[in-house]
Every structure is written in C-alpha cells, then in structure tokens.
C-alpha cells in the first residue's frame, strides 16, 4: 500500500494565484521529506529538503520565497507555491525516507501533483 | 559535484528476454544504491535496493552493485509489456542523486 500520501493529485490555478500541496507519510514518522520537480521528459529535481520544526533547505536556483515550505509536524509537510506562473506548471513530488528494519531508509515517493497555471 | 550516469535509452527488448539496465556513480564513498521504476505521467515506485557488493534478487528484478568500479545494474528476467517504464537509478542516503533514467520497452 501506498506509504506517502500526496494531495491533491492535480490542480489548475489561474496565473497569480497560490497553490498549496500537502505531503503525508503513512504510520511513520518522517522528520525529513523531499520535495521534487519534474518537467515533461526530464527526470526529478530536488527542490528543497523539509525539516520538522526547522528551515527548509533550499536547491541552488529555486526562489525560496516562492516556494513555501512547511514541516510542522512529524507527518506532514506542505508546499506552497505562491503568485503561480505558467512557467511553474509541472509535476511536484513529495518524498519521504521511511527506516527499514536492517537500518536503512530508502525513499517513497507520493503520487504527485500535477500543477497547471493558466 | 557528485553524479549519476545512466544511459536514457531507449532499451528495447522482446517479451520474455533480459533486460540490462546499467547505472555508473561518481561519489566513491555511496553506501546506498536504488532502482526506481517510473511509469509515463506517474512518481517513481521504489523496485531494489542494494547496500553490498554482489547480486541481491526479488522475483524478476536482480540488482548488482560493485563499488569498484563504482557500477550498479539492474537485471529484469521474464521482461513483460507492464514493465515498458523508465527506469531511474538513485545512490545516496535519504537525500538521492538521480540518473536520468532508462527508457524500457519491452514489445509483445
């Protein structure tokens, strides 16, 4: 079954307006999350990385001030991209690192969501 | 600036051959290794994960890592029509670096 849960699944949004997208993970805790971009026939950009009751960690070259990050809990980060422009349409992805039980923690990744800006 | 090198493919096969995915890492010092399958319009699903040198296998999916030579591979016996995907190989701990991935085809 699904282990982090991403909403909503797609969004249009006209251009100046906001969009927030909420990033859970499943009966775990995930004090870390990673969000990604990914544009048609790219692979994934790392955005920024989401740290429960701390700064998010921004990538080099994304506006940290447009794209709002959120941790304020051990299961929920949220990612707000604000004044949205036409450019910022593309598919956003959370992700989480989820501690198997030989001490390792590979990351599952939520179902996405599709942003489109008219 | 630590890499990730995959050849993009694509990688076309016939049902019921091997499928050969390779991935080539620069940071000598990864631990962490994963395969992550990507479906056209989806996020990606994680399929292997290795830690040691050697082979690790789960029903189809074998995966091979060497840290000598700084390689990873995934092998898919029994290739399907469903695993027509693209295939992202990832090294790292919790923060990845991801390859471009491998675009899969596997015809009927």
């Known amino acids: 079954g699904a282990v982090v849960s991403q909403h909503p699944s797609w969004v249009i949004c006209k251009s100046g307006t906001s969009v927030k997208i909420e990033c859970r993970s499943l009966d775990f805790q995930a004090t870390t999350m990673f969000w990604y971009r990914q544009f048609p026939k790219q692979s994934l950009m790392l955005m920024a990385t989401?740290?429960?009751?701390?700064?998010?960690?921004?990538e080099q070259g994304v506006e940290k001030d447009k794209f709002l990050i959120n941790h304020a809990s051990l299961t929920l980060s949220t990612l707000t991209v604000t004044s949205a422009h036409p450019e910022d349409s593309s598919f956003y992805i959370c992700?989480?690192?989820?501690?198997?039980?030989?001490?390792?923690?590979?990351?599952?990744f939520g179902n996405g969501t599709r942003l489109t800006v008219t | 600036q630590k890499e990730v090198e995959q050849n993009s493919g694509p990688l076309s096969v016939p049902e019921g051959a091997i499928a050969s995915l390779n991935c080539t890492y620069s940071?000598?010092?990864?631990?962490?290794f994963f395969w992550y399958r990507q479906y056209s319009g989806k996020s990606p699903e994680l399929i292997m994960s290795?830690?040691?040198?050697g082979d690790k296998e789960d029903g189809r999916f074998t995966a091979q890592l060497n840290k000598a030579s700084q390689y990873v591979s995934l092998l898919i016996r029994d290739s399907q029509p469903s695993d027509s995907a693209t295939y992202l190989c990832a090294v790292g701990f919790q923060k990845l670096v991801f390859g471009t991935g491998t675009r899969l085809l596997v015809s009927p």
């Open positions: 989401s740290n429960e009751g701390s700064k998010a960690t921004y």
């Open positions: 290795i830690y040691s040198n």
């Open positions: 940071d000598r010092v990864s631990q962490s």
């Open positions: 992700s989480a690192p989820k501690t198997t039980g030989q001490g390792v923690a590979p990351l599952h």
